[in-house]
């Protein structure tokens, strides 16, 4: 009988990890954290009078956190509970990271357990390192654990202090996050510089010259010894820099013309040696930016896809800031690269990777392939699939590279004079030609990073051919060319990552989430891979800015993590430095969180949510979303306050792209009476196409509609009709006009039988009529619709077709539609895989378990193994357990739980000694 209870945090991890270990072991999986601190409305009466009620924490008495079991996870701690009883000992195998070891403590403190308690942790999941993790066990390392416990205190403290805030003075249900929010500033800034920008024009020369049948590309670099102006040398406000020359079209044609006539000569040849370093093995963050060049992967994708590698044994663990490799990683890496490349490609002695991140910490090894042989992409390829696949073999790609011998080469610049003769521009010119040519791969073989930089313009990277100085060469093309100076690129995911992690915000464990948070709470969205900040992140920032400056400051957030760490490493106290953070700092007599929030009446709510846009046009955040004004003063000499042109804008627009011009063009339809298409040919009114809130429509001005404006059931309305998805507004005719204001149309009728109360039978002429619904398009046969597939059958559709489709039975709700995607057989149930629109939402199905797509997920791009992943995720956790009544039982237990919280510093003391004696 198996006596060792082994628990882990998924139920993946939890079936490979019971393959290495025998039968005197049984594996469990906690599915993730068990309890964590409620929200103060979930909490007992009795408790919410008392010093936890505000936040769940008490402030006054060293911020003491206040746990409950999480509903949704009894069953499990049930279970947990059974399963010790016939244990005589107990593995703690969550991750070795703050996260997981707060999990392990979470556990501790909730199963009790009375048999020895041992820590086991691993950095991969291989039959090897399991079996060593098993004989290698340590205590619980309550640093970390006061270290996790501070950082989930202090979000908690963040957000219901600054959340409010944003309530009462942007919108409702917004949310502030102490790295959310530093993030979404980021992304704010850069847009703010786009706004800012002001493009810049310019002309140049390209020449093409040929040396003994080989041509090269060439551009122009000076005239008359002076500079000729690029893009580089042009601030964001247009102006030039320095004493470039800047050349417009004229110009720079005159240029080209000239030396097309001119004899061209090598002035200088420079050569010199090309020495390139590889890259270091990956560390979460770096993983994310590759994933999301190379493989399209968004960082939320890239963890996921990450963490299966992991769970199922073949990569190390996907959470680190190291870049180190074990002794046998390095003998694995090198002899890989040996084989594959030969001797040649590896140095001497193996590579060792500094960590250049601020605040690196986590004392773990870099991703990599896991155990002491690597297996090749060829190896797993019959056992990976997809996205899994994509991941392993750039992971292994980048671990064998980093331990490759540097690439080597020569770079070669030429430099061409032409004597321009009379042209009115200069009398001579130089042109300019780099090239690189690696005569040695070295790691190249094997990888070569990605960039979010923009690809380099040609000739940068050609290859060139051997010349001389003082060498003749025919000039056979040259051609003036514009450019115009871009704006600084918006963050991708990847490279927002990056920039986060120089600047010290966050961990690389939270950069995935963060960026999702920022893209679920409506702050940020994605236009290709570009990151746009909406109108609402300016008004939230704005606010964060004036009255919160230190909480958005990048400093001040990259020392928070500082401190977090020294608590981690128990050389700082947790209670001390929350009460620093939320009550300030008599000694630097720094204000804390409470101070912060304390008066609030000074910020004025309209002047946060207004953003300037120039020419008397602003854009304001409003409680129905954002709109554009205008304030056109009067003309009249009346004196009378001038009322303000407003319209309603989507976020379809970038921040950037709101210029004065385009403010005045959406103004101009808000403020359009509509196209006139003609008169109704019965009514003599006017028929006219507009586009309103709900899409474009057509719609028969009434003249009694135009009077004064009358309530309730007085009030005239024009008939209205919405546009079919195929019609465009600034196409559609009277005649379509009038089509679609004749709807419902009447496709004929049909005789029934109907029997009244007294089981009298007669027959009765009942009606089919075609109609556009808020559903889409359907019939009405009395009390019952069915769906039609498109709108044009609304005209088309035959009174036998219809009835076609009333002799099928009903279907429940609205007509089933097709499968979005399809995938292959899941690898649990065996059946097929589509992805399905359902009435709230997308969601994915293999016909017996259903499962919702979470925020991020796209429908139209979502990958096989995520739908896996979300089908095994939704299996794992099992039918929804609440009934009616569940909440009132929810509460009844958390009474009897609050009982014993006024003994809370007393029993955490307790579990820290036991923990040490296990």
């Known amino acids: 009988m198996a006596n060792k209870l082994v628990i882990v945090e998924s139920p993946a991890k939890a079936k490979t990890i019971a393959g290495y270990l025998g039968g005197d072991f049984v594996v469990e999986a906690s599915v993730g954290h068990i309890r964590d601190i409620p929200t103060p409305s979930e909490m007992p009466a009795e408790m919410k009078k008392g010093p936890y009620g505000r936040f769940g924490v008490n402030i006054e008495e060293g911020f003491e956190p206040y746990y409950v079991v999480d509903p949704d996870k009894k069953k499990k701690v049930t279970e947990l509970r059974r399963l010790l009883k016939d244990a005589d000992s107990l593995y703690l195998a969550t ?44 205590e619980l390392d309550l640093d970390l654990v006061d270290a996790q416990e501070t950082r989930r205190i202090l979000d908690r403290l963040y957000g219901y202090e600054v959340s409010p805030v944003l309530w009462r003075k942007v919108k409702a249900g917004l949310s502030a996050g102490r790295v959310q929010s530093v993030a979404t500033r980021i992304v704010v800034e850069r847009e703010r510089e786009r706004m800012a920008f002001k493009v810049a024009s310019y002309w140049d020369v390209e020449g093409t010259f040929v040396s003994g049948g080989s041509p090269f590309v060439a551009r122009l670099s000076s005239l008359d010894g002076t500079k000729v102006a690029a893009g580089r040398d042009f601030d964001d406000t247009g102006a030039l820099k320095g004493t470039a020359r800047r050349l417009d079209e004229r110009a720079a044609t005159a240029v080209a013309e000239s030396t097309l006539a001119a004899e ?197 990277s050609a290859r060139l051919p051997k010349l001389t100085e003082g060498a003749s060469l025919e000039v056979r093309d040259a051609t003036p060319l514009g450019h115009e100076t871009s704006p600084p690129a918006r963050y991708t995911e990847a490279s927002l990552v990056k920039i986060m992690e120089e600047k010290g915000i966050g961990r690389p464990s939270t950069y995935a989430s963060t960026i999702s948070t920022i893209q679920d709470r409506g702050y940020v969205r994605r236009r290709g891979s570009a990151l746009i900040p909406t109108w609402l992140a300016f008004a939230v920032t704005r606010l964060m800015e004036v009255h919160f400056t230190r909480l958005v400051d990048y400093d001040f957030t990259a020392a928070m993590e500082e401190d977090l760490d020294e608590i981690a490493r128990g050389e700082g106290q947790r209670a001390e430095w929350l009460r620093r953070f939320y009550f300030g700092d008599e000694a630097s007599e720094a204000s804390g969180l409470a101070g912060l929030v304390s008066d609030l009446g000074d910020i004025d709510a309209r002047a946060i949510s207004t953003i300037e846009i120039g020419d008397g046009v602003v ?56 196209r006139v298409l003609g008169t109704h040919p019965e009514t003599g009114n006017e028929v006219i196409v507009k586009t ?53 149309r009447t496709v004929g009728t049909v005789t029934e039988t109907r029997t009244d109360e007294e089981g009298n039978e007669s027959q009765v002429e009942v009606p089919i009529t075609a109609q556009n619904g808020r559903y889409g398009p359907y019939l009405k046969k009395g009390t019952d619709s069915r769906s039609l597939e498109t709108e044009e059958q609304i005209f088309s559709l035959t009174l036998e077709e219809a009835q076609a489709i009333y002799a099928q039975p009903k279907r429940r709700g609205r007509a089933a539609k097709p499968p979005l995607r399809e995938f292959e057989e899941d690898p649990e149930s ?33 990958s096989q193994e995520r739908a896996f992943e979300l089908l095994a995720e939704k299996r794992a956790k099992g039918p929804s357990t609440r009934k009616k009544g569940a909440k009132k039982a929810t509460k009844k237990t958390a009474k009897k739980t609050a009982k014993k919280s006024t003994a809370k510093s007393t029993k955490k003391t307790a579990a820290k000694k036991t923990a040490k004696k296990s």
Request: proline share 6%; with cysteine.
């Open 830 to 862: 065996g059946k097929k895989v589509v992805v399905k629109d359902g009435r709230f939402g997308p969601y994915v199905t293999d016909g017996e378990t259903n499962a919702t797509l979470r925020a991020g997920d796209d429908p139209a791009t979502v």
């Open 264 to 460: 061209a000569t090598v002035t200088s040849v420079a050569e010199k040696p090309y020495t390139r370093r590889p890259y270091a093995p990956f560390t979460t963050s770096t993983m994310q930016q590759e994933a999301g060049r190379k493989l399209g992967l968004g960082s939320r994708d890239a963890m996921r896809v990450a963490q299966r590698l992991y769970e199922n044994g073949y990569i190390t663990y996907m959470r680190t800031d190291s870049t180190n490799l074990s002794r046998a990683a390095l003998s694995a890496a090198r002899g890989q690269a040996r084989d594959m490349y030969g001797g040649d490609y590896v140095p001497d002695s193996p590579r060792v990777y500094g960590k250049k991140a601020k605040n690196a910490q986590e004392a773990h090894e870099a991703i990599r392939p896991a155990g002491d042989r690597f297996r090749t992409p060829a190896q797993v390829a019959g056992e990976l699939r997809g996205d899994e696949f994509r991941l392993y073999e750039l992971i292994w790609k980048r671990t064998i590279a980093s331990q490759m011998a540097d690439a080597k080469g020569s770079t070669a610049t030429i430099r061409v004079g032409a004597d321009l003769g009379g042209c009115e521009v200069a009398s001579s010119a130089e042109y300019t030609a780099s090239g690189t040519v690696i005569t040695f791969k070295g790691f190249l073989a094997a990888y070569e990073e990605g960039t979010d930089a923009p690809k380099e313009t040609k000739g940068d």
């Open 619 to 674: 854009v304001r955040v409003g409680r129905y979303g954002p709109y554009v004004e205008e304030v056109v003063p009067t003309s009249d000499g009346s004196g009378e306050e001038p009322k303000p042109k407003r319209a309603s804008i989507t976020d379809d627009i970038a921040p950037d792209e709101m210029t004065p011009a385009k403010a005045r063009e959406i103004l101009a339809q808000a403020a359009d009476d509509g």
């Open 692 to 744: 309103g809130r709900y899409g474009p429509f057509v719609t028969e001005v009434l003249p009694e509609a135009q009077e004064k404006p009358k309530k309730g059931k007085a009030k005239v309305k024009s008939p209205t009709a919405s546009l079919f998805k195929s019609m465009d507004p600034a196409t559609v005719d009277l005649e379509q006009a009038l089509r679609l204001l004749s709807l419902p």
């Open 95 to 138: 991750d070795e990271d703050r996260e997981g070891e707060a999990i392990a403590w979470h556990l501790l403190e909730t199963l009790k357990p009375k048999v020895p308690v041992q820590r086991m942790v691993f950095h991969e999941i291989t039959r090897e390192a399991i079996e060593r993790a098993v004989g290698e066990t340590r």
